[in-house]
C-alpha cells in the first residue's frame, strides 16, 4: 500500500480490535481524498496545462507530493509534468528504501533509543502538517476548524474511527464551493 497514512490506520485499525469491514470501510474512505488531489492541482495549476502524461504521473501524487506541488505553485513556479515525476519518483524511491531499510532492520531496531523511535511516529504527521502550513490561506481556516471540530467531538462522543470518517466529510462539505446569489 503507497500511503503512509494509510498503513498506520490499518495498523491502529486492526491491533485495536476493529471490525474489517470498518477498517476497509475507513482506509477506502480515507483514500477517497487522492481523487481529489489531482483536480486541485491542476486548478492551482491552470486548467491550460498539458496532461498528457498525467495517467503516470498521477501514481505519486500522495500527500506529501500534493502538498509540495501546490506551495511551489503558490511560490510562483510553473507547472511542468517533469517536475511532477521528478517530485513522484523521489518520493516513492524514498518509500521504497525506506520499507526495504525498515525490514532489513526489523522489529525493535530503535529499542535502545526510545525518543527516536517515538519521533519516528511522528514524522509523518508532523511532514504532511509542515506542507500542510506551507500553502494554508485564510480562506481555508474556517474548513480547517469544522473538520477539527468535528473530528475532536465525534471521538469524544463516540469513537476514533467515527471521529476520523465524521471530520473528513465535515470539512469536504465545508469546503465545497458557495453558490453565488
Do not use: K, N
Amino acid at each position: 500500500m503507497y500511503s503512509g497514512a494509510a498503513q498506520f490506520l490499518a495498523v491502529a485499525l486492526v491491533s485495536g480490535g476493529a471490525p474489517l469491514l470498518v477498517s476497509v470501510f475507513t482506509l477506502v474512505a480515507m483514500g477517497l481524498r487522492h481523487l481529489a488531489y489531482g483536480p486541485a492541482l491542476m486548478a492551482a495549476a491552470g486548467h491550460e496545462q498539458a496532461t498528457r502524461r498525467a495517467w503516470a504521473w498521477a501514481f505519486g501524487l500522495t500527500d506529501e507530493v500534493f502538498g509540495t506541488a501546490l506551495g511551489a505553485l503558490s511560490r510562483g513556479r510553473r507547472f511542468s509534468e517533469p517536475f511532477m515525476f521528478g517530485l513522484g519518483l523521489a518520493a516513492y524511491a524514498a518509500w521504497v528504501s525506506g520499507t526495504a531499510a525498515g525490514a532489513a532492520a526489523g522489529g525493535g531496531a530503535l529499542a535502545a533509543y526510545p525518543a527516536v523511535e517515538a519521533a519516528l511516529g511522528f514524522m509523518l504527521p508532523a511532514l504532511f502538517l509542515a506542507l500542510l502550513l506551507s500553502i494554508l490561506s485564510r480562506a481555508q481556516l474556517p474548513v480547517i476548524a469544522v473538520a477539527a471540530a468535528v473530528t475532536i467531538g465525534v471521538t469524544l462522543l463516540h469513537s476514533a474511527t467515527s471521529g476520523i470518517l465524521s471530520g473528513m466529510v465535515a470539512g469536504a462539505l465545508a469546503g465545497l464551493p458557495r453558490g453565488r446569489a
